[in-house]
């Protein structure tokens, strides 16, 4: 799982940060991006894609890495942003805006999938980074459980479309939810041109 990061550390890349997003599915919500900068002297054990951990190993790991990795940074695009840019752009909008809160800043970006989001630093992208990377499996884990965080909020403010078990994907409750109930502010229209053929 450090790899990648070794490559770097051998080629005299001091600082190195993984970036990955949760949330470029759903219906509503948020995208939400993480980078992190792990400690090379300080290893987490049990980094994995999130996808692959429990809700309970992901807020345990959750905890660790926002203790002990050098830096971190977790940000949004909101669905407005969603809309107006596509879900693409919004992403890597996240991204960079995850990338700034990050001291130091690093020298090499390692990003989960195969588009280069623009940071304005060496990038390296990584297909599947998020169970080959330690470092971009520390940001999965820190978007997704931040995201559902979110969510769980967002499910209390607005009852009766399912939220808080769905987490705004698009489930065959969520879009009976919206016909019956009516579009929410924090839906991203875009996603919704087809809803008729939900009906």
Avoid: W
């Amino acid at each position: 799982m450090y790899e990648f990061e070794g490559e770097a550390f051998a080629g005299g890349i001091r600082f190195v940060c993984g970036i990955d997003e949760a949330g470029r599915g759903p219906l509503a919500g948020p995208v939400c991006a993480a980078a992190v900068i792990l400690n090379p002297a300080d290893q987490i054990e049990g980094l994995n894609d999130s996808k692959k951990l429990s809700e309970k190993k992901r807020e345990a790991l959750f905890a660790e890495i926002t203790r002990r990795a050098l830096s971190y940074g977790i940000a949004y695009a909101s669905p407005e942003e969603i809309d107006r840019l596509n879900i693409l752009q919004a992403t890597f909008l996240a991204m960079r805006r995850a990338v700034e809160m990050l001291s130091p800043q690093p020298e090499l970006a390692l990003v989960d999938g195969n588009r280069d989001p623009g940071l304005g630093l060496q990038t390296r992208t990584i297909v599947k980074g998020d169970a080959r990377s330690a470092s971009i499996a520390a940001a999965s884990i820190l978007a997704k459980v931040s995201r559902d965080r979110v969510m769980l909020r967002l499910a209390e403010q607005y009852p009766g479309y399912g939220l808080e078990q769905h987490k705004g994907y698009p489930t065959r409750q969520h879009y009976e939810a919206i016909l019956q109930r009516g579009i929410l502010p924090i839906h991203r229209r875009s996603f919704l041109k087809n809803l008729g053929d939900h009906a």
